[in-house]
């Protein structure tokens, strides 16, 4: 099927989404000092290189073949295959550590991004017609998702927010 002018620029967009967020998370690694976040945001801008290498060769087999991806062949390219060293830092090191701002900054930018990549990849999910287009935007979707959970998680375990990916660690109501 041949792609679209709207499909070509959805990709030309979203590579550019993940050339922002390469170039936000590298530069976050940099600033910040605590080595658990330096690892965090090295792991999630190692992720946005490989998002933007799937949609560059994604707009290749587009304009040479006519063709989206197969999801089995997107699923390769992911970079969840990859085994991580863990995120977070241990409990002495976090209860130790004052958070700078401008970690906490990057964190709700970040958050704020994935926000944004979130809503821009389910769009051009519902707007293409052909089923692997379909699931390779899923498929970042979920990416994507995946991303905004670890910022949040951190951003919670940071400020001692009482919740840990959205689950509540300690409830101070009265039991019933």
């Known amino acids: 099927m041949k792609p679209t002018t709207e499909a070509l620029k959805a990709i030309e967009t979203a590579i550019q989404v993940e050339r922002d967020g390469l170039a936000f998370y590298t530069d976050a690694a940099r600033q910040i000092a605590d080595p658990g976040g330096k690892r965090m945001f090295e792991s999630l801008a190692a992720d946005e290189a490989a998002h933007q290498s799937l949609f560059e060769v994604v707009r290749e087999s587009l304009l040479k073949e006519d063709r989206w991806l197969p999801p089995e062949q997107v699923a390769l390219m992911s970079p969840s295959r990859f085994v991580r060293p863990p995120i977070f830092p241990a409990a002495d090191q976090a209860s130790a550590a004052k958070i700078p701002e401008r970690q906490l900054a990057a964190l709700r930018r970040g958050i704020q991004a994935e926000d944004e990549s979130i809503a821009f990849y389910s ?29 949040q998680g951190e951003y919670d375990y940071l400020t001692g927010t009482g919740f840990w990916f959205d689950v509540r660690e300690f409830n101070l109501e009265a039991p019933g």
């Open 123 to 151: 769009e051009q999910m519902d707007r293409v017609d052909d089923a692997d287009g379909k699931a390779m935007y899923g498929y970042l979707v979920e990416q994507e998702k995946g991303h905004r959970t670890i910022l």
